[in-house]
């Protein structure tokens, strides 16, 4: 690492950008999986859904989930109009300022008490979280070449894991000594080093942006909605979009039946945090384990192949097993194996795609994918989970284990059409728009 300060600047960028996240990740679980609707929703919801006699104790996650979705169609527009119109060295910082000035706010709420804070800061992290991490995997393929992506995105995944397992682990230790306001606080000081890395970092982009002869730092202008329009054009797009969705999709069904599982088993928000810490940690240790000793090989001796297919059969057996067998312990190792799949092989294999392709296709399609989409499965697939849970777990799974199958058929289909990007040895050249 000493050999690449990208690289070491990658590696705390991640590191901070995860920890940031997963210290309020388990405070985002435990408001999802609340039986308090007064902390979640303000009292003028409350008494609208009670005047229409809706049971609005029993649909937290799905109205959530679909508050998050409306949200991330406003967003959407907003953050393409922010990158279409600034320059990367403003909109980067500006974005991350943003974030920090909210956490500061949010720190006040919780310290005060405000009903209805947990719809506010679900919404926000939802928010946060698909961007930040959008924005991030961007910045990389503006400072890495596609080789380079193969040898390092496995270890800079490893750092947020790093991250993704000290975040919950601060919250676990601090959650019910210092209070969740406070949390806040921890958070923000992650999120203003990653300002500081973004600002190291920016001296490789322009070098590989003189070495290949593209400017990358210059506003991008176009459409503020031609991520969504590439992504109807391009079939590549088209079928990363389609993993995405049909993937969150899987663990939504999966999350779905652990906030049960909490709801049931654990009495105070606190209480619910440390146990969501908990399958946080699982997962940052199996997906630490993969990356550091499998993503880079498989990625740079295989290619994108294995690092897909391999989740897919994971997920076709987990899913086979929950069908005959739905229990609770089975539901956890499930999610665990999951999760941790996706963060040590996929995104890591779907981001070196965009090394490949032009800034376009990164800030824009990418960002798209990564919120519309990502969030458009999320609402689908929570309602679906409350329409199938009436008839149990199993025929929930069961139509989870289908959905896999869906899933192994287009990541069958983005490698075919990955086959057709330039070479590794041709990784700079841009991909036509027109």
Not at 362 to 369: D, E, Q, V
Request: glycine share 8%; aromatic share 14%; with cysteine.
């Amino acid at each position: 690492m000493s050999e690449s300060p990208p690289l070491l600047w990658s590696f705390v960028y991640f590191f901070c950008l995860l920890s940031g996240y997963y210290v309020l990740r388990p405070v985002r679980d435990a408001m999802g999986a609340s039986s308090d609707v007064e902390a979640v929703f303000p009292p003028d919801m409350i008494a609208f859904f009670a005047a229409h006699g809706i049971p609005l104790k029993e649909l937290i996650l799905q109205v959530l989930s679909t508050c998050s979705f409306v949200l991330i169609l406003i967003a959407q527009p907003i953050y393409g109009t922010l990158v279409s119109r600034f320059p990367r060295r403003v909109f980067l910082p500006v974005l991350f300022g943003f974030f920090i000035l909210c956490l500061l706010g949010f720190h006040l709420l919780f310290d005060s008490q405000v009903a209805g804070r947990g719809l506010a800061f679900f919404l926000w992290v939802t928010v946060f979280n698909v961007f930040s991490v959008a924005v991030f995997w961007s910045f990389m393929a503006d400072v890495f070449s596609h080789d380079e992506a193969k040898k390092y995105y496995g270890y800079i995944g490893a750092a947020g894991t790093i991250g993704a397992f000290t975040g919950p682990l601060i919250t676990r230790t601090l959650a019910e000594k210092v209070g969740l306001a406070n949390l806040m606080l921890v958070s923000a000081a992650f999120l203003a080093a990653c300002v500081v890395c973004i600002w190291r970092l920016r001296r490789w982009a322009l070098q590989r942006e003189a070495k290949v002869g593209r400017d990358n730092e210059s506003a991008m202008g176009g459409d503020v909605l031609a991520g969504l329009k590439l992504i109807a054009k391009e079939p590549l797009l088209r079928w990363l979009a389609a993993l995405v969705f049909l993937g969150v999709g899987i663990g939504q069904l999966l999350y779905n039946q652990q906030a049960a599982i909490a709801r049931e088993a654990f009495a105070t928000a606190e209480a619910r945090t440390a146990y969501y810490a908990g399958i946080d940690i699982a997962v940052n240790v199996l997906t630490l384990i993969v990356q550091l000793f499998a993503t880079r090989w498989l990625l740079s001796r295989f290619g994108l192949a294995p690092v897909l297919l391999i989740p897919m059969a994971a997920l076709l057996l987990g899913f086979a097993v929950l069908t005959a067998s739905p229990l609770p312990i089975v539901v956890g190792i499930v999610q665990v194996v999951t999760r941790s799949n996706e963060f040590s092989l996929m995104k890591p294999g779907r981001e070196t795609i965009y090394t490949r392709v032009d800034r376009q296709w990164r800030y824009k399609a990418g960002a798209a994918i990564d919120t519309a989409f990502f969030r458009g499965g999320e609402i689908t697939f929570s309602w679906t989970y409350k329409a199938l849970s009436a008839f149990g777990s199993q025929v929930v799974f069961g139509a989870g284990l289908l959905i896999a199958g869906v899933m192994t058929a287009s990541a069958w289909r983005l490698l075919r059409e990955e086959k057709k990007l330039p070479s590794a040895g041709a990784g700079d050249v841009p991909v036509r728009q027109d």
